[in-house]
């Protein structure tokens, strides 16, 4: 009978990402924070004024919530 020890990896642990991977993660990241952005924007966007006032916005206001950027 075999047994498998999955309690190591097979590259070891101290290996770095490579350079590829990483630009990868970063693809990735980038694009799941302009999908975020996306959502948001067309979310708020759906509203109508007086549903944006409710919340203390103003159409406006729509494009620095999607994007991260605080509010003065």
């Given at each position: 009978?075999?047994?498998l020890d999955t309690s190591?990896?097979?590259y070891g642990a101290n290996r770095q990402p490579s350079r590829l991977g990483?630009?990868?993660a970063m693809?990735?990241?980038n694009m799941m924070h302009w999908?975020?952005?996306r959502i948001t924007r067309n979310t708020?966007?759906?509203?109508n004024d007086r549903e944006l006032a409710d919340i203390?916005?103003?159409r406006d206001d729509i494009e620095n919530i999607a994007i991260g950027r605080p509010q003065n």
């Open positions: 009978m075999a047994a190591r990896t097979s990483t630009i990868f693809i990735a990241a999908n975020k952005a708020l966007s759906a509203l203390g916005l103003r």
